[in-house]
């Protein structure tokens, strides 16, 4: 067995042998981690203690600062930005604050808020294909948190495109969308 091959990292697996509907995602979902994009269904690897940790201590805050206001947060939950297409992400982290999109197993539009921490296997797809249909579908703001680097990538939604402001473990960031809200990045990148 070739030892550097089997630590190589893997991107997640798309399914490129035939599309899915929808409710086909919903049935393969019960039993696996994926996503869908355009039909593609997408299995994802397991996200790592670093990972979890890192959602923890922001969904942590972020739940008790919401608690008795009208937004809700909510950990891996789907997110269909567009209501015409097959596309389903399940983002870290999302806040949304009309709760007429919240449906049973996916929000339905765009939530205000999105976080994605950066996996080896999810990193192309975050920062390309769910950055520029989050920005299309009109999410507010749009985190992408870097374990690797230490830094937040904050993409606020300004005239339709984002406008990025990078923090790092020195930083308090601001949510935009969340009034007198903050995360203190050394707490979130403390291991």
Same mark, same amino acid.
């Given at each position: 067995?070739?030892?550097?091959?089997?630590?190589?990292?893997?991107?997640?697996?798309?399914? @490129?042998?035939?599309? @899915?509907?929808?409710?086909? +995602? *919903?049935?393969?979902?019960?039993?696996?981690? /994926?996503?869908?994009?355009?039909?593609?269904?997408?299995?994802?690897?397991?996200?790592?203690?670093?990972?979890?940790?890192?959602?923890?201590?922001?969904?942590?805050?972020?739940?008790?600062?919401?608690?008795?206001?009208?937004?809700?947060?909510? /950990?891996?939950?789907?997110?269909?930005?567009?209501?015409?297409?097959?596309?389903?992400?399940?983002?870290?982290?999302?806040?949304?604050?009309?709760?007429?999109?919240?449906?049973?197993?996916?929000?339905?539009?765009?939530?205000?808020?999105?976080?994605?921490?950066?996996?080896?296997?999810?990193?192309?797809?975050?920062?390309?294909?769910? +950055?520029?249909?989050?920005?299309? /579908?009109?999410?507010?703001? +749009?985190?992408?948190?870097?374990?690797?680097?230490?830094?937040?990538? /904050?993409?606020?939604?300004?005239?339709?495109? *984002?406008?990025?402001?990078? +923090?790092?473990?020195?930083?308090?960031?601001?949510?935009?969308?969340?009034?007198?809200?903050?995360?203190?990045?050394?707490?979130?990148?403390?291991?």
């Amino acid at each position: 067995m070739d030892k550097e091959k089997d630590l190589e990292v893997k991107e997640a697996l798309p399914d @490129y042998d035939r599309l @899915y509907t929808v409710e086909e +995602y *919903y049935k393969v979902r019960e039993n696996v981690r /994926a996503e869908l994009y355009e039909g593609i269904l997408i299995v994802l690897e397991s996200p790592s203690a670093r990972h979890q940790g890192i959602v923890r201590e922001i969904m942590g805050p972020l739940w008790l600062f919401l608690k008795g206001k009208p937004c809700d947060v909510f /950990a891996s939950f789907g997110v269909k930005p567009f209501n015409d297409e097959a596309t389903i992400f399940e983002p870290d982290i999302i806040v949304v604050c009309d709760k007429s999109k919240i449906g049973k197993n996916s929000c339905f539009g765009a939530p205000d808020f999105i976080v994605e921490i950066l996996s080896p296997s999810t990193k192309r797809m975050d920062k390309t294909l769910k +950055y520029n249909k989050f920005q299309k /579908a009109g999410v507010i703001e +749009y985190w992408i948190i870097d374990p690797e680097q230490n830094i937040l990538e /904050a993409n606020r939604l300004v005239n339709d495109k *984002y406008i990025l402001t990078i +923090y790092d473990e020195t930083n308090k960031a601001p949510v935009s969308v969340l009034d007198g809200f903050e995360i203190d990045l050394a707490e979130v990148f403390a291991e």
